[in-house]
């Protein structure tokens, strides 16, 4: 927090202390759903192939009737 008693200088660094730690936490939040994102992306690529092998099977039974 800005505190206006402080001398400039040292309200000044205190303020760029804080956006830094703003900035990390932004891209560890970034990574993070980078991360997520292509764990979904996996997800869904076993979710497809599980219906693809699904849908073989069901046209496989069919021709058999």
Not at 29 to 50: G, K, M, P
Request: with cysteine; net charge negative.
């Amino acid at each position: 927090m800005d505190n206006p008693e402080l001398p400039l200088s040292t309200r000044a660094i205190n303020l760029r202390v804080s956006a830094e730690a703003l900035l990390e936490k932004a891209l560890i939040t970034e990574q993070e759903l980078r991360v997520a994102l292509q764990e979904l992306r996996i997800e869904f690529c076993f979710l497809r192939q599980s219906i693809h092998e699904i849908l073989s099977l069901l046209k496989e039974r069919n021709s058999k009737y």
